[in-house]
Structures are given as C-alpha cells and as structure tokens.
C-alpha cells in the first residue's frame, strides 16, 4: 500500500489529504492563527474548582474555560507544580529534571479541592480541543511527542508501542530505551521507531528533553494564560504521525509550507528528503489528484461503496448511526444470506475508511443488514477489526448485538470534519427562477457592445454553456456573424461545460477574464 499526502495551503486555511492507494482516508483543514490544537501546553491559572465534578475550570484563553478532571492530573502532580513554581522564581534559568526531587504521588481516589484551588498556577496541555459548546478538555501529564519517541516528565514508565508485534524488537526497544533514558522521564516508543538505531533515538530524547526544559526557562506570570509549547503546525504534525516506509510522495503547492516541511523531514528522516515536492500545475492540486471530486462523493448523508450498495450516515450531539443498504445489488446464484454478508463485509472498508476521513468520534452504532448465521456475522467482526487496526486513533468495537447491531467507541480529540456537499443552483443562486432564456441573447449582447466600446476592442473570446455556445454559431447566418459585423470585433466563441446555462465568460486578447456573469 503505496501513501501520499497532498497539502493545499491559502492565507487562510491549509488542507491536507492523505491518500492511500490515490484513495482518500483522511482530511485536515486549519487555520494558521488556529489555537487550542492538541498537545499544546498552556501555563494557566485555576478559574473555579467544582467538588460536585471533582473537576476544575481553567482560564487558557479561550471563550469557554477549559475543562481538568481530577483524573487528568497524573500522579506526579506535586511534583509537576513544584518544578513549575521553581522555574518561575529562577527567572531564565534552567532546572534539570533529570536533578529534582520528586515529591509523594498524589492520592489516586482523591479529591480536586485537595490540590488544587482558585487563583492556583498550573502547567496544562489540550488533550481535546473545543466541540460544539465545550471548552478544551485538559490534562496536566504532560507528553512532548517526536517521530519515534513520546516524553513524559516526571514518570519513570517506559512503554512500547503495542502495533510492534516482534517480542525480540519490543525487548530491544526497552533495554535501549531505559538505558539512555534520563531520570525522572519516562518515555512512550511510536510504532515507527521499530528497527531504529539507537543514535537516532538518542538525538531525538535530548531534543525533546531540551524543548521541554527550555520552555520552562521563558515563563513569566503577569502575562496569563501563556503558551509554553506549541504544537507543530498540522501540516508537520499529520506527517510526523503518518510518516514510514509506504510513503511515496508529499505534494505542496505553497513555497512557505513547502520549505516548512522540507526541513523537518531533513531534521527527522533525511533519506525521504526528496518525497517533499513543490506543486506549480495550472489545475488546483486537489483537482490534479480528484481530490475534489472525492471529497464530494464521500462526504454526504449517502455514500455509494460497491455495486449498488450504499451507506446512510446520519449525526447527532450523542452518537453517530450507519445503515447498511444493499440497494438494487444482487448477485446470481446467491441466497439472501450470502448476499447480505458480502455486502456487509464491504461495507466494513468504507466504514472505516469514513471513520478516518470525518474523524467521526463518540459512539458510533452500524446497523448491518441482517444475517443469521453466527460465523457470518464473527467474519463481518473480524473484518472490522482487520481494516480498523489501521486506524491510529484509539477506538473500541463490540460484537454484533441480535438486531445485527455493531458498536465502536474512537476517541474524539478534535471536532468531526464537515464538509458541505450541496451546491446553490448556479444559474438560479437559489431562488428557484430565472431569467427568460429568450433573453440572454441581448443580455449578452448589451455586455459586449458595452465592454467592446469602452475599451476599443478588436479581438475578444465569449465563453458560455455548450448549448449557448452552439445556438450562437449555428447556420450561415449565424447570431455570431451579425454581431461581428455590428460591433466591428473579431468576436471567438469558446463552448465551457464549467459554465451554468445562463452563464458567460467574455476574455480579452490575452485571456484576462473581462467579464463573468450569470444572468437571472
């Protein structure tokens, strides 16, 4: 499976598509003043405690104040506040972790007013950014994620990736890993750092273990909340996540984001250096790759997967729902059952391939179409599973209930991706009527004569609808060659499907477009 990801950047937004087998499984949309992203560390203070939530409220910046459980705090929370409040008191001076003294773990059925209160300064990072109505949802274990390596200040926990099925990899790992690792981290090994030596990861833990404690050097409390740390930009991040063996190509059509990405993949894999290229085609990026047409297919209630077949996707504020359709598919020589478990273990696929592209999180219940054999619905489980096992985030599946019934738990980090399949009638905008098409001969002929006079034209391209465009040239006498003659220009018709019926397009002798209308 060959892995591609286009990024299409704008002043305004920077999209990503992560293509697998020039087949679309992810998209990202975000905003260059985007904040609040997970895995951003805030140094905030404390805004209400809610003993009733056994939760606090905190003050990060944002509309709503941001949400800390007291389940979120970790362990060494003492130990985290007592290091902060050090380094605030040093003032740009660095404190090694690796040196500290760690305090007593705090009572893990505790209370939050027993450690924390009002006005308290607390270090924090975005583990969910904010939903609907909801604030970021934070935790105070802090993790700094690199490509191969996750750190944890003031843990002592060395974990492996559980997608490293080697026992003989996962027991080098760890020795390595504990071996360099400094005292008072605890490190977290990514699924990538499989078969990685341990120079690369020795360069990599003292990068991160340096951001983390530089950052702490330039903490200053009068100007709360502070970002400490921020997240790389979405752009790098999707890549550090995704980035291995099976990627063949990074596609970027902005200079800015390109030299961006170029730079990190030198810092993290020079060998994949030259996967990094710079788009410069005529065609948008995402029309060069049917991008676009992608993403309208695939992002409506109904989305079509095989022979007929279709999904129905519905949302609500509590879960998602997924009916499975055979639609009018049905093949010869199969019985209902059969018919029905083929189509179910399709269906599996472009579930969870509409997981990872709408980033759908929650609860989400599929309803199959209905088998009766036990061992069919254990292999529409199994297959499940399977395509499920590449998605990266964390998610559960429950067997088929009686009703034919699935449900899957995925964790929900980030707002569901929405797109809006549905267009406005281009001819009408959405009023649900139009001009008289008897007119649009002299609505089209005012413009030119217009245009033609106030510029001095001698040579102009009318583009319109290929019916428009026909009626305009057809016969010897055409309506083209009376206008030329009037207007005393070389008048070139173009026909362009793009264009809606009532639609026109008038070019200069260079190709600038003069004039773009519709008529109503």
Excluded at 76 to 82: E, P, R, V
Excluded at 102 to 127: F, M
């Amino acid at each position: 499976m060959s892995s591609e990801l286009a990024i299409k950047a704008s002043e305004k937004e920077v999209s990503i598509a992560l293509l697998e087998d020039k087949r679309l499984v992810e998209l990202n949309h975000s905003q260059p003043e985007q904040k609040f992203s997970v895995g951003d560390i805030y140094l905030a203070r404390v805004k209400k405690i809610m003993p009733s939530l056994n939760a606090a409220f905190i003050n990060v910046g944002y509309e709503k104040d941001a949400f800390l459980h007291y389940l979120d705090l970790g362990p060494q929370f003492s130990t985290l506040g007592k290091y902060v409040n050090q380094s605030i008191n040093r003032r740009g001076r660095s404190i090694a972790v690796s040196k500290f003294k760690r305090e007593k773990d705090i009572n893990k059925h505790g209370k939050i007013n027993e450690v924390l209160k009002a006005g308290k300064i607390v270090l924090v990072q975005v583990a969910k950014e904010p939903i609907s109505t909801k604030g970021p949802r934070l935790t105070s274990e802090i993790s700094i994620a690199g490509r191969n390596l996750v750190l944890m200040p003031f843990s002592d926990k060395v974990s492996i990736s559980s997608k490293i099925s080697s026992q003989e990899e996962r027991d080098r790992l760890r020795n390595l890993i504990t071996s360099i690792r400094p005292n008072n981290y605890g490190v977290i090994v990514r699924t990538v750092a499989e078969k990685t030596k341990v120079a690369e990861l020795d360069i990599e833990l003292r990068t991160l273990v340096r951001k983390f404690e530089k950052a702490l050097e330039s903490i200053n409390i009068k100007d709360l909340p502070q970002l400490v740390i921020e997240e790389q930009s979405r752009a790098t991040s999707v890549i550090r996540d995704h980035l291995n063996g099976n990627f063949e190509n990074i596609f970027i059509d902005n200079r800015e984001v390109y030299q961006e990405v170029k730079q990190y993949i030198s810092e993290v894999a020079p060998e994949k250096e030259k996967i990094v290229k710079l788009y410069s085609g005529k065609q948008s990026l995402f029309e060069k790759f049917d991008i676009e047409r992608q993403i309208k297919t695939s992002f409506g209630n109904t989305v079509s997967f095989k022979q007929g077949a279709y999904l129905i996707i519905e949302h609500t504020e509590a879960l998602h729902v997924i009916d499975v359709n055979s639609g009018n598919r049905s093949k010869s020589g199969l019985d209902q059952e059969s018919n029905a478990t083929e189509v179910n273990l399709a269906a599996t696929e472009e579930i969870a391939r509409q997981l990872r592209l709408r980033d759908m999180g929650g609860i989400i219940v599929v309803d199959f179409i209905d088998m009766h054999k036990s061992d069919n619905k254990q292999k529409v489980y199994d297959r499940m599973k399977e395509v499920m096992s590449k998605d990266k985030t964390k998610h559960n599946i429950l067997p088929l209930s009686k009703f034919g019934l699935m449900q899957i738990t995925r964790q929900r980090v980030r707002p569901e991706m929405h797109v809006e399949t549905a267009e406005s009638c281009p001819t009408c905008n959405g009023t649900g009527k139009v001009q008289p098409t008897i007119l649009l001969e002299d609505s089209v002929k005012l413009e030119l004569v217009a245009l033609i006079s106030q510029n001095s034209l001698k040579k102009i391209t009318l583009q319109a609808h290929p019916y428009f465009a026909a009626y305009l040239q057809h016969g010897r006498r055409s309506v083209i060659r009376q206008w030329r003659k009037e207007m005393k220009c070389r008048i070139t018709v173009e026909s362009l499907a793009s264009c809606s019926l009532h639609e026109f397009i008038i070019l200069d002798i260079n190709g600038d477009q003069l004039l773009r209308k519709t008529k109503m």
